[in-house]
């Protein structure tokens, strides 16, 4: 039964795949395999500036994704005096349980009102789609960076502390390298 679920999913993803080698221009018929499309595809300034223009904002948009993800979850599982921890757990959550449709339509409600009242950000363009994509990113980074953060052996930590090492040369020395897998994981 798992082999029809995965033939279910992945065979229409095959049949692109050997299609997007055919040598007619016609998508349905067969004129044998050849990689001329992909050559055109690659010398196309166009399609190359918009592949660049995308990588650069998902680089940046998951860098700033990582560092404030990073923040919320060592907030929430450090912390446990935190008084808004409860609200900041829902706020972190939160893009995971809404429809992208509508959390994409409140950040664009909420860069006009911005550019209105502040005159930032001018215009929707790069910055605005680097936000709402930091904005979607974070809760997964939030989630991922937590779990492993929960399972981290804290004597490790505390023993860095018993020898002098102040908070920061402990989260540099000891936890960020503990944890470096998961924020490999959470930025891609």
């Given at each position: 039964m798992?082999?029809?679920g995965?033939?279910?999913?992945?065979?229409?993803?095959?049949?692109?795949?050997i299609?997007?080698?055919?040598?007619?221009?016609?998508v349905?018929?067969?004129?044998?395999?050849?990689?001329?499309?992909?050559?055109?595809?690659f010398?196309?300034?166009?399609?190359?500036?918009?592949?660049?223009?995308?990588?650069?904002?998902?680089?940046?948009?998951?860098?700033?994704?990582?560092?404030?993800?990073?923040?919320?979850?060592?907030?929430?599982?450090?912390?446990?005096?935190?008084?808004?921890?409860?609200?900041?757990?829902?706020?972190?959550?939160?893009?995971?349980?809404?429809?992208?449709?509508?959390?994409g339509?409140?950040?664009?409600?909420?860069?006009?009102?911005?550019?209105?009242?502040?005159?930032?950000?001018?215009?929707?363009?790069?910055?605005?789609?680097?936000?709402?994509?930091?904005?979607?990113?974070?809760?997964?980074?939030?989630?991922?960076?937590?779990?492993?953060?929960?399972?981290?052996?804290r004597?490790?930590?505390?023993?860095?502390?018993?020898?002098?090492?102040?908070?920061m040369?402990?989260?540099?020395?000891?936890?960020?390298?503990?944890?470096?897998?998961a924020?490999v994981?959470?930025?891609?």
């Amino acid at each position: 039964m798992a082999s029809v679920g995965f033939g279910f999913l992945y065979f229409p993803i095959l049949i692109l795949v050997i299609y997007s080698f055919n040598e007619s221009k016609l998508v349905t018929v067969w004129g044998g395999f050849s990689a001329r499309w992909y050559l055109e595809l690659f010398q196309d300034p166009q399609i190359l500036d918009a592949a660049t223009l995308s990588l650069q904002i998902a680089a940046v948009s998951a860098t700033i994704a990582l560092i404030l993800g990073v923040a919320a979850a060592m907030t929430l599982v450090r912390f446990r005096w935190f008084r808004a921890r409860t609200w900041l757990a829902g706020m972190a959550a939160a893009p995971l349980v809404m429809p992208e449709v509508i959390t994409g339509l409140s950040l664009l409600l909420l860069f006009v009102a911005l550019d209105h009242w502040l005159g930032w950000p001018s215009g929707r363009g790069v910055t605005t789609i680097i936000l709402a994509h930091a904005t979607f990113g974070m809760a997964f980074v939030t989630v991922i960076v937590q779990a492993r953060l929960r399972d981290m052996d804290r004597t490790l930590e505390e023993a860095a502390m018993d020898l002098g090492a102040r908070p920061m040369t402990v989260f540099l020395t000891v936890t960020l390298p503990t944890i470096a897998p998961a924020l490999v994981a959470a930025w891609l």
